[in-house]
T-cell receptor, first 113, second 114 residues
Framework: KAGVTQTPRYLIKTRGQQVTLSCSPI?????VSWYQQTPGQGLQFLFE???????NKGNFPGRFSGRQFSNSRSEMNVSTLELGDSALYLC????????????FGQGTRLTVV | AQSVTQLDSQVPVFEEAPVELRCNYSSSVSVYLFWYVQYPNQGLQLLLKYLSGSTLVKGINGFEAEFNKSQTSFHLRKPSVHISDTAEYFCAVSEQKGYQKVTFGIGTKLQVIP
């Protein structure tokens, strides 16, 4: 059974640009959650999607958005990139809800210069 | 809202010695508790979880944790660590009702010294 796949693994962008990250969950999983990981802040919850609907949302500005497709694949988008957006973005998939068990991808390392 | 406090940012320990990584949580409702491990350049992997039942939970790689409701703690322990246990460990909490988000602690870096 394939694990959670995040693409790309590494990304370098310039301030002001936008970026789209992709996450393919484990087959059969309908919940996808996104987290931002930085050395000073740890893992910060961005949002969760379930069956194409946003079910939970963290405290991030509107520049951070996401969506989920009918095959449960999810994308997150960050517009007008800032230097502080440099982080490891992690995606986690669950069958129904992350609060029973979640499987993480390896993450996308975003560097904003 | 729930929160998690990991009291130690770094824990150095000699190989084959025991280790305890501390975690305290705060929540006004019943919770689920988790410990995840992250190896360099990897995502997080679930070590163990407490959903209900016995307060002593055994996980993978010889780790165990004890849920203490009165002290709102969920400390992670291993009786004898190996070099391969060098990683970052995250405690996490979630409210039990419905499909709640999971809140993570800031992490504890375990460094096993040969």
């Amino acid at each position: 059974k394939a694990g959670v796949t995040q693409t790309p693994r590494y990304l370098i962008k310039t301030r002001g640009q936008q970026v789209t990250l992709s996450c393919s969950p484990i087959s059969g999983h309908r919940s996808v959650s996104w987290y931002q990981q930085t050395p000073g802040q740890g893992l910060q919850f961005l949002f969760e999607y379930f069956s194409e609907t946003q079910r939970n949302k963290g405290n991030f500005p509107g520049r951070f958005s996401g969506r989920q497709f009918s095959n449960s694949r999810s994308e997150m988008n960050v517009s007008t990139l800032e230097l502080g957006d440099s982080a490891l973005y992690l995606c986690a998939s669950s069958h129904d809800s992350m609060n029973t068990e979640a499987f993480f991808g390896q993450g996308t390392r975003l560097t904003v210069v | 809202a729930q929160s998690v406090t990991q009291l130690d940012s770094q824990v150095p320990v000699f190989e084959e010695a025991p280790v305890e990584l501390r975690c305290n949580y705060s929540s006004s409702v019943s919770v689920y508790l988790f410990w995840y491990v992250q190896y360099p350049n990897q995502g997080l992997q679930l070590l163990l979880k407490y959903l209900s039942g016995s307060t002593l939970v055994k996980g993978i790689n010889g780790f165990e944790a004890e849920f203490n409701k009165s002290q709102t703690s969920f400390h992670l322990r291993k009786p004898s660590v190996h070099i391969s246990d060098t990683a970052e460990y995250f405690c996490a909490v979630s409210e039990q009702k419905g499909y709640q988000k999971v809140t993570f602690g800031i992490g504890t870096k375990l460094q096993v010294i040969p």
